[in-house]
């Protein structure tokens, strides 16, 4: 069992940056595959970006290729999103994932799940 505790997020600008963190509680990171998925008012679940449990491999939504970096530190069982060039409509509530296996674009399979931060970009 994993807790995943999310910090950052917050008001910010069009074009400024703003790194949202994920920790685990109670139990290591390092196993787990972790994702990161936005989810506006009104609108489904997206899938943001993915890190393989070792951290060699990366996975973006084609919207946030090239400003968003995703990585990790086992070591601190976090991962973090770092978020640049931020635009209006990358305004949602940011949840982290984990899962034990791959990497996944698709939200219904990660066991275990951050308590969302609101990111809200204004123009």
């Known amino acids: 069992q994993v807790q995943l505790h999310q910090s950052g997020g917050g008001l910010v600008q069009a074009g400024e940056s703003l790194r949202l963190s994920c920790a685990a509680s109670?139990?290591?990171?390092?196993?787990?595959?972790v994702g990161w998925f936005r989810q506006s008012t009104g609108e489904e679940r997206e899938f943001v970006a993915a890190?393989?449990?070792?951290?060699?491999?990366?996975y973006y939504q084609d919207s946030v290729e090239g400003r968003f970096t995703i990585s990790r530190d086992n070591g601190l069982n976090t991962v973090y999103l770092q978020m640049n060039g931020l635009k209006p409509e990358d305004t949602a509530v940011y949840y982290c994932?984990?899962?034990?296996?791959?990497?996944?674009?698709?939200?219904?399979?990660?066991?275990?799940w951050g308590q969302g931060t609101q990111v809200t970009v204004s123009s």
């Open positions: 109670d139990g290591s990171l390092s196993g787990y595959a």
């Open positions: 890190i393989s449990w070792h951290g060699g491999n990366t």
């Open positions: 994932a984990a899962r034990e296996t791959l990497t996944s674009k698709i939200a219904g399979v990660y066991e275990f």
